[in-house]
């Protein structure tokens, strides 16, 4: 079938691409199935280096590229790494799925893609999710790709958030 020249040509793109565009490249063939979570493993034995850090880095349930970076600059940074696209509720039922979330502490990381300011309707949703998501006592940090500019303020934001609620880990 067509998955096996995929991989192959993903081997040989992992093999020249930065770490950060070999994961993103990875958990975007996961999502579009392109790829499968069992080649994702065959990957672990591939005689790389390179290859295998992507593969141990890849996830499924990314929605972007720019969401896979987000996540990699929190893990980098030592962090505890969130779960992906979680449904997150309260007393009245489910309130939406959040990008990131550290489930320990109840931080939520949204990525805000330009469709979220250009589109009305996605506008007024986001705003009612986080209208919702802040009445259940949840963090929600809101990230743009100008934060994608500034990973350190980025994760400093972050780690701030996970200590006020109780994350112990160093700045």
Partial sequence: GPIAPVFDAYVEFALEATLCDAVAVGDALLRKKLMTPKQVEELLTVEHPAVRAAAKAMR????????TKVRLA???????????????????GVIGDVDLYFEKYGVVVEYEGDQHRTSKSQWQKDLDKYERLSAARFHVIRVTAQDLHDPQALITRIHDALRSRGYRGRR
Avoid: Y
Avoid at 60 to 67: D, F, I, L, N
Avoid at 75 to 81: F, K, M, Q, Y
């Fill in 74 to 92: 929190i893990v980098t940074a030592g962090l505890p790494e969130p779960r992906l696209q979680v449904s997150l509720g309260d007393g009245q």
């Fill in 60 to 67: 499924v349930g990314a929605h972007s590229v720019r969401e």
